[in-house]
């Protein structure tokens, strides 16, 4: 049985066309993955709120503490001398459980309905993003509150990822996926940008209000979400994608993207048959093991846990690491961050173009991962040197980390979802996405950790432990990159081959 239909579909069925359907799935998402992120997003502008250097600050007359307590004005229990481990600590509550959580979302997200899923997902993440913001109105200072809310929003939060990718490899087929993908996976960044001017805007003042105000947008979307999300084209009686195509055309076209070490044949947007209006069954899950031994499923999950690293670690303490370093207050150092997101969307859009382009998803990365560790190192040395300087920076190391990070997770992951030794059981998609995001998600927990342990002792250390993950994931492409480099050498002796033989048929 196909997923029942959202109530809201009932409006847009009289405009049934499939390119109108795909754009409203598209958007959907964007605006659903969006709020994901939005929410996410507080805690590392608020940071700087949690504990501050409070001696600069006027103090009331009616004030207790000694005149050389530097962090009267800080939020117990952080305002201790160990602050950066305790929110390291609360940073991986929610990573830590995200990670875990993931392996089993993509479990459930194959076999139960999207929609219901992600409404549900949504609700609960706005939920306890919203009670992470009440623990300041509520005078909350016990550290276990804010790690139990951390935990139970990161497991909820994994409802989103799989759901997403699912839905729209669900819509849309391969021939344009990297570009279309590289779009529509900038909504990480949109969402990091929201819920860092969202929450700048009251960090100094009633900053619980930074998680409540982002919690209840989430919780409204999840709402629309339950009305009108359209799981399957043939819902609404349009044309599913062809993701696969024959044998022959293989073949024929070496340029084509099934010629890949990991990919197979498949259309472009453009559906290629009407679905039959009569039931059918439903192709059976795959299992976690049957998913990990798809062709790439493993290298490019281990790359994307060392990617993901790298770019938590920027998501959760760059705001902090500008207020430190650049000695901007909490609200401009929020607002300087985003532009790391800035650079994130530019960098997902090129890296879809360009492994469009060339059919080479894993190259694009490891080309992107090896210009980004320099620039890394530059923006930790001379990147603060300025205001011009640091916005530049800022940007260029965006779009770096964030394109390969960007282009794994979305049209690596359709593309491996749909690999030809499925046989077209489409069903193996969450479970595939869950896989590499799961993986990746480890790295993110870890990077935000280890940031943590290790800033004390400087920042330039944090910056060296991001290089160091940075070569790491470009390794573990190599093998992908010589089976790409091998593929365009025999698309190439196939052309010549092919020209040779039109002219001396003249």
Known sequence: MRSSLAPGVWFFRTFSRDSWFRGFILLLTFLIYTCYHMSRKPLSVVKSRLHQNCSELIETINDTHSLNDTTWCSWAPFDKDNYTELLAAVDNAFLVAYAIGMFISGIFGERLPLRYYLSAGMLLSGLFTSLFGLGYFWNVHMLWYFVLIQICNGLFQTTGWPSVVTCVGNWFGKGKRGLIMGVWNSHTSVGNIL?????????????????????????????????????????????????????????????????????????????????????????????????????????????????????????????????????????????????????????????????????????????????????????????????????????????????????????????????????????????????IDGTGSIGAALGPLLAGLISPTGWNNVFYMLISADVLACLLLCRLVYKEILAWKSSLTRDRGSNLVLTHSR
Request: aromatic share 10%; hydrophobic share 45%; glycine share 10%.
């Open 195 to 435: 819920g860092s001017l969202i929450a700048g805007v009251w960090v100094n003042g009633h900053w619980g209000l930074s998680f409540i105000v982002p919690g209840i947008v989430t919780a409204a979307v999840g709402v629309l979400t339950f009305l009108f999300l359209i799981e399957y084209p043939e819902d609404v009686d349009c044309t599913p994608p062809q993701h696969h195509g024959g044998p022959d055309e293989d073949q024929d076209n070496p340029e084509d993207p099934g010629n890949g070490p990991y990919s197979n044949k498949e259309s472009g947007l453009e559906p290629a048959a009407r679905c039959s209006k009569e039931p059918c069954e439903e192709p059976a899950a795959i299992s976690f093991l049957g998913a990990l031994r798809i062709p790439g499923v493993v290298e490019f999950s281990l790359c994307l846990l060392f990617a993901k690293l790298v770019s938590y670690t920027f998501l959760y303490w760059l705001p902090l690491y500008i207020f430190n370093v650049a000695h901007f207050n909490a609200k401009e150092a929020g607002d300087l961050s985003t532009l790391f997101d800035v650079g994130g969307i530019i960098g997902g859009i090129v890296a879809g173009l360009i492994s469009d382009h060339t059919n080479g998803r894993a190259t694009t990365c490891c080309i992107m991962l090896i210009l980004a560790a320099p620039m890394m190192f530059l923006y930790n040395y001379i990147g603060q040197n300025g205001i011009t300087s640091s916005i530049v920076m800022l940007i260029v190391c965006g779009a770096l980390v964030n394109g390969p990070y960007a282009l794994i997770t979305t049209a690596v992951s359709a593309d491996l979802g749909t690999h030809k030794s499925l046989q077209g059981n489409a069903k193996a998609l969450s479970t595939v996405t869950a896989i």
